[in-house]
């Protein structure tokens, strides 16, 4: 087996991991197309659930992710991808991860950890 079984699975979670900082950045999708274009330019292709279509990150935020190392679990069904991220975010929330939110599960409180990268009403300006 040469990478995940798209045969078994047709979409595959995908964890991003920072290569320099081992930060997880987040988590996503990728099918058999998302995988082939990742490995052919190098730089990360998700699908995107939501809008049913190809999710080239970094493609309206310029937050892309290089691809460094690619690892897939014992069952072929996960993919664990260390990446150099390019421009400071990953999350569209313009956080560095993410996961920047914590529960404290004595209290159940949620504390923001993160520091915001960037604002998306700047950066995902979308014509009304």
């Given at each position: 087996m040469n990478g995940p079984d798209f045969d078994k699975c047709e979409l595959v979670p995908v964890i991003a991991q920072d290569i320099a900082t081992?930060?997880?950045?987040?988590?996503?999708?990728?099918?058999?197309?998302?995988?082939?274009?990742?490995?052919r330019t190098g730089?990360?292709?998700?699908?995107?659930?939501?809008?049913?279509?190809?999710?080239?990150k970094g493609e309206e935020s310029g937050n892309f992710q290089e691809v460094c190392e690619i690892y897939f679990d014992c069952d072929a069904d996960t993919l664990l991808i260390?990446?150099?991220?390019?421009?400071?975010?990953?999350?569209?929330?313009g956080y560095r991860s993410c996961f920047f939110r914590r529960l404290m599960p004595e209290t159940l409180e949620v504390?923001?950890?993160?520091?915001?990268v960037?604002?998306?009403?700047?950066?995902?300006?979308?014509?009304?």
């Open positions: 081992g930060d997880v950045l987040m988590l996503a999708y990728m099918n058999r197309e998302a995988f082939a274009e990742t490995l730089r990360v292709c998700y699908f995107s659930r939501s809008r049913s279509k190809l999710w080239r260390k990446v150099r991220q390019i421009g400071g975010a990953a999350c569209h929330e504390v923001t950890v993160g520091q915001r960037f604002d998306p009403a700047q950066v995902y300006k979308r014509p009304s």
